[in-house]
């Protein structure tokens, strides 16, 4: 039994985690020179930081590792 509800608890905790959507905040605005837009997707993926590229051309940045762009790209 002890085990059983071990093993549904890890369960829990693993799907809850990996269900969770990413959140992305704005980096760089595609109002923005193309040179400053390159040269941040340049520094993002050096970082290996997860950012994506929005349908505006503008550099999002995933909340969780805003700080880390913040210390490293800025």
Do not use: P
Not at 4 to 11: G, R, Y
Not at 31 to 51: G, P, V, Y
């Amino acid at each position: 039994m002890k085990n059983t509800l071990i093993l549904f608890t890890v369960s829990s905790f693993l799907l809850v985690g990996c269900s969770q959507e990413k959140s992305y905040s704005v980096w760089v605005e595609s109002s923005q020179d193309a040179e400053l837009i390159h040269a941040a997707k340049e520094r993002l993926t050096n970082a290996e930081i997860d950012f994506i590229i929005d349908d505006n051309g503008s550099v999002l940045v995933n909340e969780k590792d805003f700080d880390k762009a913040v210390f490293c790209c800025s």
